[in-house]
């Protein structure tokens, strides 16, 4: 007796006959932090100045800026590769994504104020780059704080998006004028002000 699959696997082998392979050699950004840029939902507020991202939020068609046809992503910080496999359209959303944020590096100095009832306040100064983390720790070992930042300077020049988080809460972002304060506020009553210049 000879057995048939059933269609859907037949229909399996059949999609991932359409699959592409790609290696792209990022020029700037960590291969490892641009993943983290495409599957974290709260970060893709973060670059509503492009119109590809502007266009998903309003459609509502997925969480985050990684295309729904890409089946399968690694990283290499190493040889800063990605190897992608995914549909063409899906290959090309990727090339698109890297065009905007793939870009030179530009310092952002980062002035934080974190207040938290009953402590004191806080001041810290970090220097990062735009798209990428900065991160501290805050307090001593029985009560240490991480603060997590992320700036995104905008095209214009004039403005910068901010995620923010503290410990593991969510993601937070808002986008002011470079030099204003944004305020964060956190459901653990932390209060977190951040001023993004550039030095």
Do not use: C
């Given at each position: 007796?000879l057995l048939?699959?059933?269609?859907a696997?037949?229909?399996?082998t059949?999609?991932?006959?359409?699959?592409s392979?790609a290696?792209?050699?990022?020029?700037?950004?960590?291969?490892?932090?641009f993943?983290?840029?495409l599957?974290?939902?709260?970060?893709?507020?973060?670059?509503t100045?492009?119109?590809?991202v502007?266009?998903?939020?309003l459609?509502?068609?997925?969480?985050?800026?990684?295309?729904?046809?890409?089946?399968?992503?690694?990283?290499?910080?190493?040889?800063h590769?990605i190897?992608?496999?995914?549909?063409?359209?899906?290959?090309?959303?990727?090339?698109?994504?890297?065009a905007?944020?793939d870009?030179?590096?530009?310092?952002v100095?980062?002035?934080?104020?974190?207040?938290?009832k009953?402590?004191p306040?806080?001041?810290?100064v970090?220097?990062?780059?735009?798209?990428?983390?900065?991160r501290?720790?805050?307090?001593d070992?029985?009560d240490?704080q991480?603060?997590?930042v992320?700036p995104?300077?905008?095209?214009d020049?004039k403005?910068?998006a901010?995620a923010?988080?503290?410990?593991?809460?969510?993601?937070?972002v808002q986008?002011?004028?470079?030099?204003?304060?944004v305020?964060f506020?956190?459901?653990?009553?932390?209060?977190?002000f951040?001023?993004?210049?550039?030095?």
């Open positions: 007796m048939t699959p059933p269609p696997i037949v229909l399996l059949q999609t991932q006959a359409k699959l392979l290696k792209i050699e990022l020029r700037h950004l960590e291969p490892t932090a993943i983290f840029l599957d974290t939902p709260e970060l893709m507020y973060l670059f100045e492009f119109d590809l502007r266009s998903l939020m459609g509502k068609t997925r969480l985050t800026l990684r295309p729904v046809d890409l089946s399968n992503i690694l990283a290499s910080d190493a040889d590769t190897i992608l496999q995914g549909t063409p359209k899906a290959l090309g959303e990727v090339n698109t994504l890297l905007l944020l870009v030179e590096p530009k310092s100095r980062l002035t934080m104020r974190l207040l938290q009953g402590k306040e806080i001041h810290p970090i220097s990062s780059f735009s798209n990428s983390k900065g501290i720790a805050i307090g070992v029985t240490q991480s603060v997590t992320i995104h300077l905008n095209r020049g403005t910068v901010v923010a988080k503290v410990n593991d809460e969510k993601w937070l986008t002011v004028k470079l030099g204003a304060d305020k506020v956190f459901p653990n009553n932390q209060t977190l951040v001023t993004a210049t550039r030095p």
